[in-house]
């Protein structure tokens, strides 16, 4: 990567953002407003660049999704803060103990947040973060991934002529450059990215005490119930897994359904793909695999699978191959008979491969989302309110979307985060504003200050006023 950062300049520039957001004193509703549309106009101003350099970075990007998925998206995250953030600023009053006095909760800035972007939606996961980031009042360091070097080189040089470098500034370096960036002393850090990777960045940001956001990610599962459309349920999960190749956290990554069922699927699959994607490895909607280690990792997968005894339905169109290793596109693939000791059954997929498990009973398929780490996102099909609620209430996810898949991801009044293994913390919205601030107490004492006056010498008369309230 060109222009890479060292030790050094990471830590030059850190505490020159900070020495800035202390001599400056909190950003005004104005100027915090003024950054947020700065980066609406960045990223409307460039994004025929952005979308190039983001193509070029997988090999094939749709054009169609980096302007959904990374620039609308985060246009408008970007001007829903704009919009809200004079009225989020505004004190929360709350009821004093006593006559006189004022107290009330003020939302403030905590000075320089670190934020680690991944390489799968490299604008939306870094300017959504800064959306609730310069919200709150406070300036950023950026590090995105070095497997979208085009895209990473290119926001560094917009970023340098749209913002002050004391307002944002981005590093550029490779993985051992992550490391030193996790270790430094922010007000805040936020990573997205692998589970496995999320417990360095927290260790290293622990030797500071700095507070962390993870977004990572898990196997987010489908749930089908008895009762549910099964087209419905595989056009609205195909729909995500063939968006961005499946390189989504929160990605579909394993069916749970009746096995009365399966042979329904595997067809209302095998119809969508055919009315979706007339071709694959020659169409500009279908994004290549990112790079060729994770282009391997998936083969990796799919062969470990069959080897075990899996049973691999490709849904490439008729005539036409499943993998092209040159381009690294890969068809989306059925996998069924998986069992737990499958590495695909094991490890986040991050690509267009979906497992088949069957169940017998819908308390089975709770009972086995129980048994493994809290996904980012969890997904039910079924239009049984006692169905819905009681899979709401005996499961626990990052979010729960109900016959439909990632839905919640865009809505900006929601919280974006994981639990447990998925993640710590969350962002979107006024979620994010309060996420990237620090909420004071405020008390203002009333001038005879009597609601401490209890704790004045001598004690005697109030001894025995307090005893005999507990002697009734």
């Known amino acids: 990567m060109t222009n890479q950062h060292t030790a050094a300049d990471l830590q030059r520039i850190l505490n020159s953002l900070q020495q800035a957001q202390l001599q400056r004193g909190p950003a005004s509703a104005a100027l915090r407003r003024d950054r947020l549309l700065r980066a609406v106009k960045l990223l409307s101003d460039n994004?025929?660049?952005?979308?190039?350099?983001?193509s070029a970075d997988f090999g094939h990007r749709s054009g169609y999704q980096t302007l959904l998925a990374d620039i609308a998206s985060s246009v408008g995250a970007l001007k829903f803060a704009a919009d809200h953030v004079e009225q989020w600023m505004q004190p929360e009053q709350v009821d004093a103990p006593a006559a006189g006095m004022q107290t009330y909760?003020?939302?403030?800035?905590?000075?320089?947040?670190?934020?680690?972007?991944?390489?799968?939606f490299p604008l939306n996961l870094a300017f959504g973060p800064l959306a609730g980031i310069f919200a709150a009042g406070n300036t950023a360091m950026l590090k995105p991934s070095e497997l979208t070097p085009r895209t990473s080189q290119l926001l560094a040089e917009l970023v340098?002529?749209?913002?002050?470098?004391?307002?944002?500034?981005?590093?550029?370096?490779?993985?051992?450059?992550?490391?030193?960036?996790?270790?430094?002393?922010?007000?805040?850090?936020?990573?997205?990215?692998?589970?496995?990777?999320?417990?360095?960045?927290?260790?290293?940001?622990?030797?500071?005490?700095?507070?962390?956001?993870?977004?990572?990610?898990?196997?987010?599962?489908?749930?089908?119930?008895?009762?549910?459309?099964?087209?419905?349920?595989?056009?609205?999960?195909?729909?995500?897994?063939?968006?961005?190749?499946?390189?989504?956290?929160?990605?579909?990554?394993?069916?749970?359904l009746p096995a009365e069922q399966t042979d329904s699927f595997v067809a209302a699959a095998r119809q969508f793909m055919q009315?979706?994607?007339?071709?694959?490895?020659?169409?500009?909607?279908?994004?290549?695999?990112?790079?060729?280690?994770?282009?391997?990792?998936?083969?990796?997968?799919?062969?470990?699978?069959?080897?075990?005894?899996?049973?691999?339905?490709?849904?490439?169109?008729?005539?036409?191959?499943?993998?092209?290793?040159?381009?690294?596109?890969?068809?989306?693939?059925?996998?069924?008979?998986?069992?737990?000791?499958?590495?695909i059954m094991q490890e986040e997929i991050f690509g267009p491969l979906l497992p088949l498990?069957?169940?017998?009973?819908?308390?089975?398929?709770?009972?086995?989302?129980?048994?493994?780490?809290?996904?980012?996102?969890?997904?039910?099909?079924?239009d049984d309110p006692q169905q819905q609620q009681r899979f709401a209430a005996r499961t626990t996810s990052g979010a729960l979307?109900?016959?439909?898949?990632?839905?919640?991801?865009?809505?900006?009044?929601?919280?974006?985060?994981?639990?447990?293994?998925?993640?710590?913390g969350a962002y979107h919205g006024i979620h994010g504003f309060r996420r990237f601030s620090h909420a004071k107490p405020v008390v203002v004492q009333s001038k005879d200050g009597a609601s401490n006056l209890r704790l004045r010498a001598p004690y005697q008369q109030k001894h025995a006023e307090l005893a005999a309230l507990f002697s009734q």
């Open 401 to 424: 979307v109900i016959n439909d898949v990632m839905t919640h991801a865009s809505i900006d009044n929601l919280p974006f985060g994981g639990v447990g293994a998925s993640g710590i």
């Open 105 to 120: 909760i003020q939302q403030q800035p905590l000075g320089v947040v670190g934020v680690i972007s991944p390489w799968n």
């Open 160 to 256: 340098a002529h749209y913002f002050d470098a004391q307002e944002l500034a981005v590093v550029l370096g490779d993985a051992e450059i992550g490391k030193v960036f996790s270790a430094l002393p922010f007000d805040h850090l936020v990573f997205t990215g692998s589970s496995a990777v999320g417990k360095h960045v927290m260790r290293a940001a622990a030797e500071n005490l700095v507070p962390v956001t993870l977004e990572l990610g898990g196997k987010s599962p489908v749930v089908i119930a008895e009762d549910a459309d099964i087209d419905q349920a595989a056009a609205r999960v195909l729909t995500v897994k063939t968006f961005n190749a499946g390189q989504i956290c929160v990605s579909p990554d394993y069916v749970l």
């Open 275 to 343: 009315a979706s994607f007339a071709s694959l490895q020659h169409n500009d909607d279908y994004t290549a695999i990112i790079s060729q280690a994770h282009f391997e990792r998936l083969q990796t997968l799919l062969d470990d699978a069959a080897a075990k005894g899996a049973q691999i339905i490709s849904l490439a169109p008729t005539g036409e191959q499943a993998i092209d290793a040159q381009q690294r596109k890969l068809a989306p693939q059925l996998v069924l008979n998986v069992s737990d000791d499958m590495l």
């Open 357 to 382: 498990k069957t169940y017998q009973q819908f308390d089975d398929a709770l009972e086995y989302i129980n048994a493994h780490p809290r996904p980012l996102a969890a997904y039910l099909f079924s």
């Open 47 to 54: 994004h025929t660049q952005l979308t190039a350099a983001i």
